[in-house]
Each structure stands twice: as structure tokens, then as C-alpha cells.
């Protein structure tokens, strides 16, 4: 009986471990050509958005508010990620008008949404005939541990820009402090 207890312990001690956020990742811009490694971007923050498909109206518009965010403080980096194919990312692209393309922060792909599930964003969530992750927010600070995170319960369950930057205003550390001055 102790054997089976201690075999059950190290195996959720074990799951626990390989749950932990990826320490580097690459993501590749379907739309723009570019390639982000979080290992090239040591001493800044990255905020990881997690989107839900391209077809989402809340997050064209969340994209945009923090894309206006991200443009007053370069020691942010900001990421949008989307689940969608290469070919799904570019038909919603030529969707767009030129102007409204030209706002647009840079979309990386989440092939398949690896990254959301290896960062634990629960997924389960309905959408569009579709099971996806829920749309999410991860801090990373400028080693790329988590500072913080914000899981929304719907497409429209977003946290706000103003949150977000009083939120990371109390974090604490090296990294933060240049945020906090500008």
C-alpha cells in the first residue's frame, strides 16, 4: 500500500514539474515574415496574449489597445499569439483594409495553441463551433519568470489596459523599475 501511495506522489510531483512555463520558445509572424525567441529578449518584459481565432471582433480590439500600449514603452514587449493556421492568419489578414493592417501589431502563430497549453491556459471554451483555449494574458518578467496572469472566462473577459498597467506598476524588481519611471 506505501509503495502504491509513493509510486501516486512522484508521479504528480513529476506532472507538477513538466507543468512549469517553457524557459525559451520561438514563435513565427505568418503575416510579417518575422521569427520572436524569448531567449534573444533577456531583460525585458514579454507580455504572451493569447487569442482566441482570427474571426474574434473583442480581439481585433484588445489587439489594438495594447498594441497603442505597448508603442509608449519599448522596455515592454508585447505578443499576440493565435492559434489559427499560417493560411487562416493570412486569409483573415487580407480581410483587412490597408489602414487597418498597418495599425496592426505583429500576429504570431501558436501552432495548434502548444504554447497556451504548455503555459497552462485551461482550454474548453466554445467558440465559433470550435473548442479553444480562453483568451489569456501572461506577464513574464526580465529573467522570464511569471509575474502575473490574466485568464478571461469569455472572449469579451479581457484585462483592461489600465489593469494592466497598475498591475505591473506593483510588481516589484529589476526589471520593472524603468517601467515604472516612464
Known sequence: MRTHTLVALVLVLSNM???ANPKDFTLYSPTHDKTFRLSEHKGKIVVLHFLL????PFCLKYTHQYAELADKNPNVIHLFLKPD???EIKAWAEKLD???LSKLPVI???PDASLA???GIADGYKFHGQTVHYPALVVLDGNHEELFRYVGKSNADRLKTTDFVKKLAGTKGPQTEAIQKD
Open 53 to 56: 481565432k482570427t474571426e474574434c
Open 108 to 110: 504570431y502563430r501558436d
Open 85 to 87: 493556421s499560417d493560411a
Open 17 to 19: 514539474a513538466s507543468a
Open 117 to 119: 497549453t504548455q503555459f
Open 98 to 100: 490597408a489602414e487597418d
